[in-house]
């Protein structure tokens, strides 16, 4: 029986990063279950109030969601063999940074996945990382050979 690894997909949501990856353990053939956090962000803004009704102040609506949110992240990522956080260039993703630490306090291997033009700024992030990838086949090559020892053709 093969191992089916659980990796979490954490942070950027403007981009096509989780699909590339997707993509790309799917061509390998790789046992992964690909996780996330909801990333229509829309939802992940207004899910709580949505689910617990209106609230006039915007602090607490996004505190509700915010709460909501956190509990699909803490479960998935805590069930997970390794997580990927990516930074993206357009956004500042301190959630992102949040699931890095989470991730490290856990236990939780991690690959960053972001530009070199923010490496000064990751540098405690990419500290405690297992490896930094700049774009999502590498994170597929490293799963690669993680999962089956497989070298990069």
């Known amino acids: 029986m093969t191992k089916v690894w659980t990796v ?5 949501i403007h ?4 699909e590339r990856i997707a ?4 061509e ?31 602090f607490w609506h996004d505190r509700k969601g915010a709460q909501l949110n956190a509990m699909r992240t803490k479960t998935l990522l805590s069930g997970s063999d390794l997580a990927v956080i990516r930074f993206g260039e357009k956004y500042k993703q301190w959630n992102a940074a949040f699931d890095a630490g989470y991730a490290a306090a856990m236990g939780i ?12 700024a990751l540098k405690e992030v990419d500290g405690a990382a297992n490896g930094v990838a700049r774009e999502p ?6 799963l690669a050979y993680i999962i089956r020892g497989d070298m990069p053709k």
Not at 15 to 18: F, G, K, L, Q
Not at 113 to 119: K, Q, T, V
């Open 137 to 142: 086949e590498q994170v597929v090559q490293a």
């Open 15 to 18: 981009s096509d990063w989780r």
């Open 8 to 12: 979490y997909l954490s942070g950027e």
């Open 23 to 26: 993509a790309g353990v799917q």
């Open 109 to 120: 291997p991690y690959i960053t996945l972001h530009p070199a033009e923010h490496d000064h």
């Open 28 to 58: 390998a053939g790789l046992p992964v279950e690909l996780v996330a956090p909801i990333t229509m962000h829309e939802d992940s803004d207004d899910c709580g109030v949505a689910v617990f009704g209106p609230e006039e102040n915007k």
